[in-house]
């Protein structure tokens, strides 16, 4: 898997991994998207980007709410550190993989950088995670309000889109006054994504993206396009580009089978019927799978597989209905957007309400097996993946103290205890950096270290410089160890932990000048060496160890 931008540190740096997540316009992604959590954090984890906040919502509304049809998440790796990933937001990426299919031997996909997540290292390699979605994902970010009168929905959708940079394809059947007529519109106080969405969904108009060698284009068409049929002979299937003949005429079912083992490791592919979406589900996995579920509402149609046309369109068409009248309620509901109001025709697992009326949704995750255990022991040149023997790890002294891996956590409430709290009541740290170390504690009978995460000490700590010479991480007193019901302990006098996490403000990377000299007067608890020259600005040898001393 390569990736080109015109961003030079986006250029030059490596995959490590990838995941693809896919649908039609507004249709649910499957369940395995939301069982990683490199894919999109716990509801809470931050406040939405979105018109109205989703934190309460459920992961159903959530997959809803994306609308956007695809979404990126790829692990980066990169020589250096502290790269200005703010600089990334909005810039342009593409990514090319080869498939190993002779009919489509290779795909590319085409993203705007919507979040970008500096990692910390990974024994001398710095990581980011960036999440690319299509240039449609611009609209989440101005709210309107203004009128539209006698337009057709063609016409509303390209005055919508017109100000923002992007490659459009209307159906023309949407340009039609007779089916298509919008007499009288406001978008009060929406967002251009929530209102595009709320016509969308209105008509019942999806769309795909076409992903040409230089740029995405966004397709939009009523969801009973011809395209979009599974059985339709001789087409391309869009979102799996896989021959649509390979679905059985009868229960409509794909399964995606990687060809290559261990480089597209699990494909989960839907394909429904275009006129309902039930989940009529293929998923196969290679030599190492991941946990994944397929979709949730297999109970009732795969019951009923042999539907004649006549009840295929009747559900459909009862679906139809129900969309529009949820749709004309969140119109008249205009800005109280956050109210759920019950409506007694869409009831969960009602057997005769199917969700969105889609064909296919699939997430794939690539990996490119850059062997990152061995990056810190094995010193490498990025670009040809050779061994690079400029810097020699030869520094045999410190065997009698543990190596750091840092690794930069965007959430501190990852784990569920709230250290945050805790810690909050213990006073200010000092002005200058500073951040949190969560370490694991060493079982001092058997020396290893446990590997429950909530037994793990956590220690505030600042960068602390008096001159050139004396710079070293001061803890401050809040060594909290967390027992395995999460309730926490001050961190014994002499107890050993291993530091695995080294925080800091992400804008102001830590700075460390020089090796740290310990004083005598602070030989106490803790000692760590550490060869991360990733967190180090300037760079220096690898080889390079660094003590610090941490007291409690």
């Keep these: 898997m390569q990736l080109s931008s015109a961003h030079p540190d986006i250029a030059t740096s490596l995959i490590q991994q990838a995941d693809l997540v896919e649908s039609l316009l507004g249709m649910p992604l499957p369940d395995s998207v ?24 459920s992961y159903q509304e959530r997959q809803l709410a994306l609308y956007c049809g695809y979404r990126i998440s790829i692990t980066l790796l990169h020589p250096r550190a502290g790269l200005d990933i703010k600089q990334w937001l909005g810039q342009s990426l593409s990514i090319h993989w080869h498939t190993g299919d002779k009919l489509l031997p290779s795909q590319t996909r085409h993203g705007i950088i919507t979040e970008a997540v ?74 251009d994504l929530a209102y595009l969405t709320q ?30 049929r599974p059985d339709v002979s001789d087409i391309q299937s869009i979102l799996s580009q896989n021959p649509a003949n390979l679905a059985d005429r009868q229960d409509r079912i794909t399964a995606i089978r990687p060809r290559i083992a261990q480089h597209t490791q699990q494909s989960d592919l839907h394909r429904y019927d275009s006129r309902l979406m039930s989940t009529y589900t293929g998923s196969s996995s290679s030599e190492q799978p991941i946990d994944s579920s397929n979709s949730t509402h297999q109970r009732f149609l795969h019951s009923h597989s042999r539907f004649d046309d006549d009840s295929l369109d009747k559900l459909a068409t009862r679906y139809q209905q129900n969309k529009q009248q949820r749709a004309n309620l969140g119109s008249l509901t205009g800005n109280i957007r956050h109210l ?5 025709h869409y009831i969960d697992g009602n057997p005769y309400l199917t969700d969105p009326i889609s064909l296919v949704s699939i997430h794939q995750h690539i990996n490119n097996h850059i062997p990152a255990d061995w990056l810190g022991v094995a010193p490498f040149d990025p670009f040809t993946l050779q061994p690079n023997t400029d810097h020699d790890n030869d520094d045999d002294n410190d065997d009698n103290v543990h190596h750091i891996n ?22 200010q740290p000092h002005p200058s950096l500073s951040g949190l ?42 060594h909290l160890v967390a027992d395995h019901m999460g309730q926490t302990h001050p961190l014994r006098h002499g107890q050993h932990v291993l530091i695995d996490f080294i925080g800091g403000d992400i804008t102001h990377p830590s700075s460390l000048a020089a090796p740290i000299t310990a004083k005598a007067i602070l030989m106490l608890s803790i000692i760590v060496s550490s060869v991360i020259p990733t967190l180090l600005t300037p760079p220096v040898p690898l080889g390079l160890s660094i003590k610090a001393i941490l007291i409690p």
Excluded at 163 to 175: A, F, Q, T
Excluded at 417 to 427: H, K, S
């Design 199 to 228: 016509y969308l969904d209105l008509y019942g108009i999806t769309g795909y993206y076409r992903h040409d060698i230089d740029k995405h284009t966004l397709v939009l068409l009523p969801s009973d396009g011809e395209e979009l």
């Design 118 to 191: 500096a990692l910390g290292s990974n024994s001398g390699m710095a990581a980011y995670r960036i999440i690319c979605e299509p240039a449609l994902s611009q609209l989440r970010l101005n709210s309107h309000n203004r009128r539209h009168h006698h337009l057709s929905l063609s016409e509303l959708i390209t005055q919508i889109i017109s100000p923002y940079d992007m490659n459009v394809e209307i159906d023309e059947r949407l340009s039609d006054d007779s089916n298509y007529h919008i007499q009288h519109s406001v978008q009060y106080n929406q967002t």
């Design 34 to 57: 939301w069982s990683k959590p490199a894919l999109m954090p716990t509801p809470d984890a931050y406040p939405s980007p979105y018109h109205h906040d989703q934190r309460a919502q």
């Design 406 to 427: 840092a690794c930069y956590l965007p959430f501190p409430h990852h784990y569920h205890i709230p250290y945050g709290e805790q810690l909050a009541t213990l006073g």
């Design 437 to 478: 170390m969560s370490a694991s504690v060493i079982d001092p009978d058997s020396s290893a270290i446990t590997h429950d995460r909530n037994h793990r000490a956590h220690i505030r700590y600042h960068w602390q410089s008096e001159g050139d010479d004396s710079a070293h991480w001061i803890p401050i007193a809040s």
């Design 340 to 344: 759920s109001l019950p409506s007694s």
